[in-house]
C-alpha cells in the first residue's frame, strides 16, 4: 500500500528537482552588448556590487559605462550633515570604474526629492551659497573622473504638465534653481557632459513635452544644459510608435541623448490582467526594440549611452522588498545570469543597425 504522504510529497520532490535543474542550466554564450555598437553600453552600480563575482563578471562583459545607483546622491553624501559630507562609496565606484577602463556616468547633484531636511534650517542667501558650495564640492571632487553628471534629476510632476514645487524651486525659483545648478556643474567641472534627467518622457506624451519645453527655455536662458537623459523605465503597454515619436522630438534639440535607466516591467496596474507571460513578453520586447531601434537612428554625435538599470532581474529596484513576487523580468538577464527575452531584444537590434 502507498504512502499517503509520499503521494503528498512527490509532486513538491518533483517541482525542486525542475526547479534545482533550470538553476544548473547553463547560459547561452552571448556576445558582450558593448562589443556591438560604437556608443557606451551602461548599468547601474552599488556598494555590494563589486563583490559579487557574478555581477562583476557579466559588467566586465557587457558594459563600459556606470552609473551610482543611490551612493552619489545628496541623501547619502549629506547623511551626515552639510558639514561632514561622505565620498566614501562614491570614491569606490571611481576606482572601480577606473580599474575597469569604464567611465562614470554621475548621478545625481540636485533631486527635487532628497536635500530639505539638510537645508531646511537657512536663510534665503544662506540656502543659496549652500547650493552652490555643495554643487562646486561635490562636481569639483570628482572632475575629470566622471565623463558627466545629472545635473537636475526630474524636474516635471508626475502628470507632466507642469515642473515640481519643491525645496530648491521655492528658494531658487522654478526655471532659477535649474539654470543655477547648471551653472554651478559647469563651473565646478568644465569638461562634463550635463544632463537633465527625467523619467516617463515615452510613457506620457504630456510630459515628454512639457520636458522638452523645459530644456528649450534652459538653452534660450544660456544654461549649459550638455544632454537630455531619458530614463525609460517603460510601460510595455504604452502604443506602438510612441517611443519613437518622443526620441525623434527630443533629437531635434540637437543635444546628446542618454537612455539613463532603462528597464521594462511585466507587472501591470489592471485589476485584472489576462494576458499570459507570453504575450507581456512579447510587448516587453517590442517596447525596449522600438527603443534601441529610436537610438540607433539617432546620429552618432547624439548616441551618449544606452544604460539599463541594473543587469539581472534581481538586482531591480522592481524587485525589491514587498512589491516582489519573484515572477519580474525586467532586465537583460536572469538571477543566474542567463539572457533574458530583453537581452536578445536589444542585441537583435543591435547587430542589425551597426
Given at each position: 500500500?502507498?504512502?499517503?504522504r509520499a503521494l503528498?510529497?512527490?509532486?513538491?520532490?518533483?517541482?525542486?528537482?525542475?526547479?534545482?535543474?533550470?538553476?544548473?542550466?547553463?547560459?547561452?554564450?552571448?556576445?558582450?552588448?558593448?562589443?556591438?555598437?560604437?556608443?557606451?553600453?551602461?548599468?547601474?552600480?552599488?556598494?555590494?556590487?563589486?563583490?559579487?563575482?557574478?555581477?562583476?563578471?557579466?559588467?566586465?562583459?557587457?558594459?563600459?559605462?556606470?552609473t551610482p545607483e543611490?551612493?552619489?546622491?545628496?541623501?547619502?553624501?549629506?547623511?551626515?550633515?552639510?558639514?561632514?559630507?561622505?565620498?566614501?562609496?562614491?570614491?569606490?565606484?571611481?576606482?572601480?570604474?577606473?580599474?575597469?577602463?569604464?567611465?562614470?556616468?554621475?548621478?545625481?547633484?540636485?533631486?527635487?526629492?532628497?536635500?530639505?531636511?539638510?537645508?531646511?534650517?537657512?536663510?534665503?542667501?544662506?540656502?543659496?551659497?549652500?547650493?552652490?558650495?555643495?554643487?562646486?564640492?561635490?562636481?569639483?571632487?570628482?572632475?575629470?573622473?566622471?565623463?558627466?553628471?545629472?545635473?537636475?534629476?526630474?524636474?516635471?510632476?508626475?502628470?507632466?504638465?507642469?515642473?515640481?514645487?519643491?525645496?530648491?524651486?521655492?528658494?531658487?525659483?522654478?526655471?532659477?534653481?535649474?539654470?543655477?545648478?547648471?551653472?554651478?556643474?559647469?563651473?565646478?567641472?568644465?569638461?562634463?557632459v550635463l544632463f537633465?534627467?527625467?523619467?516617463?518622457?515615452?510613457?506620457?506624451?504630456?510630459?515628454?513635452?512639457?520636458?522638452?519645453?523645459?530644456?528649450?527655455?534652459?538653452?534660450?536662458?544660456?544654461?549649459?544644459?550638455?544632454?537630455?537623459?531619458?530614463?525609460?523605465?517603460?510601460?510595455?503597454?504604452?502604443?506602438?510608435?510612441?517611443?519613437?515619436?518622443?526620441?525623434?522630438?527630443?533629437?531635434?534639440?540637437?543635444?546628446?541623448?542618454?537612455?539613463?535607466?532603462?528597464?521594462?516591467?511585466?507587472?501591470?496596474?489592471?485589476?485584472?490582467?489576462?494576458?499570459?507571460?507570453?504575450?507581456?513578453?512579447?510587448?516587453?520586447?517590442?517596447?525596449?526594440?522600438?527603443?534601441?531601434?529610436?537610438?540607433?537612428?539617432?546620429?552618432?554625435?547624439?548616441?551618449?549611452?544606452?544604460?539599463?538599470?541594473?543587469?539581472?532581474?534581481?538586482?531591480?529596484?522592481?524587485?525589491?522588498?514587498?512589491?516582489?513576487?519573484?515572477?519580474?523580468?525586467?532586465?537583460?538577464?536572469?538571477?543566474?545570469?542567463?539572457?533574458?527575452?530583453?537581452?536578445?531584444?536589444?542585441?537583435?537590434?543591435?547587430?542589425?543597425?551597426?
Amino acid at each position: 500500500m502507498l504512502d499517503r504522504r509520499a503521494l503528498l510529497a512527490a509532486p513538491l520532490a518533483l517541482a525542486a528537482c525542475e526547479r534545482f535543474a533550470e538553476a544548473q542550466t547553463p547560459a547561452r554564450d552571448v556576445p558582450g552588448l558593448k562589443t556591438l555598437v560604437p556608443f557606451p553600453i551602461g548599468t547601474c552600480i552599488r556598494s555590494d556590487r563589486p563583490d559579487d563575482p557574478q555581477w562583476v563578471s557579466l559588467a566586465t562583459k557587457h558594459v563600459s559605462q556606470l552609473t551610482p545607483e543611490w551612493e552619489m546622491k545628496m541623501e547619502y553624501i549629506l547623511a551626515n550633515g552639510l558639514d561632514r559630507p561622505q565620498f566614501d562609496r562614491p570614491d569606490a565606484f571611481v576606482a572601480f570604474a577606473a580599474r575597469h577602463a569604464m567611465r562614470l556616468h554621475g548621478h545625481a547633484l540636485i533631486w527635487y526629492s532628497q536635500g530639505e531636511e539638510a537645508f531646511a534650517h537657512l536663510d534665503r542667501a544662506r540656502f543659496a551659497a549652500a547650493f552652490d558650495a555643495y554643487i562646486a564640492t561635490v562636481a569639483g571632487r570628482y572632475r575629470g573622473k566622471v565623463v558627466s553628471w545629472d545635473v537636475v534629476n526630474e524636474p516635471v510632476t508626475d502628470a507632466g504638465d507642469s515642473l515640481r514645487d519643491c525645496h530648491w524651486s521655492r528658494a531658487l525659483g522654478q526655471d532659477g534653481y535649474i539654470i543655477r545648478a547648471f551653472e554651478q556643474a559647469r563651473a565646478a567641472d568644465p569638461d562634463a557632459v550635463l544632463f537633465l534627467n527625467d523619467y516617463n518622457l515615452e510613457n506620457t506624451p504630456r510630459k515628454g513635452a512639457t520636458f522638452l519645453k523645459l530644456v528649450e527655455r534652459l538653452m534660450k536662458a544660456g544654461a549649459p544644459i550638455g544632454g537630455i537623459g531619458s530614463q525609460s523605465h517603460l510601460d510595455i503597454e504604452i502604443p506602438a510608435g510612441q517611443i519613437r515619436t518622443f526620441m525623434r522630438d527630443a533629437a531635434s534639440l540637437g543635444l546628446p541623448i542618454h537612455i539613463s535607466e532603462l528597464d521594462a516591467s511585466l507587472r501591470s496596474d489592471r485589476r485584472v490582467d489576462l494576458r499570459s507571460r507570453d504575450q507581456r513578453l512579447a510587448e516587453q520586447t517590442g517596447r525596449v526594440g522600438e527603443l534601441a531601434e529610436a537610438f540607433m537612428a539617432l546620429p552618432a554625435r547624439q548616441r551618449f549611452a544606452f544604460t539599463v538599470w541594473g543587469l539581472r532581474d534581481t538586482d531591480s529596484w522592481l524587485r525589491q522588498g514587498e512589491r516582489d513576487d519573484g515572477q519580474d523580468q525586467p532586465l537583460p538577464f536572469d538571477a543566474a545570469g542567463r539572457p533574458n527575452p530583453m537581452f536578445d531584444a536589444m542585441a537583435g537590434v543591435f547587430t542589425a543597425r551597426t
